[in-house]
DNA sequence: ACGCGGATGGCCT
DNA sequence: GGCCATCCGCGTA
């Protein structure tokens, strides 16, 4: 896989953590009408399948929880709150229920819209540091819930440089009420 | 630099 | 009816 290329299918196809933890470095990255908007993958939280308590495949499939299973590579987004969308990469077989939440991304193409989204960000670093700001910088919402993250979509994570072991800490996931112990949260330490 | 609670709506029980 | 894989602003230091 090139440097910029969509990552395959074979990537996503494995348990959730390995996945969240290589997606770090990776750039997601929307094709959009009103420009092109990117950036680095620095933040990411695995849900396991349907015998992890915090994941919303736990409850089965239903209506929302649907693109969840999904074949590996699927964007499966959820609305939440009241307000807000997060995005998440859908991991191993189709039919099984993992994937790997996005929580976290740097800027990179495209900052001047992400700033007209998300106007409260008094920052840069604001501009997407939260899985809700993602999906609002980003432009993603409901449309986007099935899409295939692998190529052929206008919604695509491409392969971008590696982040080593020690830029890299693990620690429980964010914001669950259940399983909270489980360290399945994944995040780029090093500034930069 | 924290901690807390309100906003807000879809969906499961 | 109540629960959310959140965000933001306001309150105390």
């Known amino acids: 896989m090139r440097l910029g290329g969509p990552l395959p299918p074979a990537f996503y196809d494995r348990d959730a953590a390995a996945v969240a ?48 299973f999904g074949p590996p590579g699927t964007a499966y987004v959820y609305f939440i709150y009241g307000m807000h969308w997060c995005v998440n990469a859908v991991t191993r077989e189709e039919g099984y229920g993992s994937a790997v939440l996005i929580r976290a991304v740097q800027p990179l193409e495209g900052v001047p819209l992400m700033r007209r989204r998300r106007l409260r960000a008094r920052s840069d670093r604001d501009l997407a540091n939260g899985p809700g700001k993602v999906c609002a910088a980003f ?54």
């Open 21 to 68: 933890r290589d997606l770090l470095g990776a750039v997601l990255r929307h094709d959009s009408d009103e420009g092109v908007i990117s950036g680095r993958i620095v933040e990411t939280e695995a849900y396991l399948g349907p015998h992890d308590p915090a994941s919303h495949s736990a409850v089965g499939r239903t209506a929302r929880t649907w693109h969840m």
């Open 139 to 192: 432009g993603i919402t409901r449309a986007h819930d099935g899409l295939l993250l692998t190529g052929g979509s206008r919604l695509t994570i491409g392969a971008g440089e590696t982040v080593c072991d020690d830029a890299v800490a693990v620690t429980p996931r964010i914001g669950i009420r259940k399983a909270v112990e489980w360290p399945l949260r994944f995040v780029v330490t090093a500034a930069r």
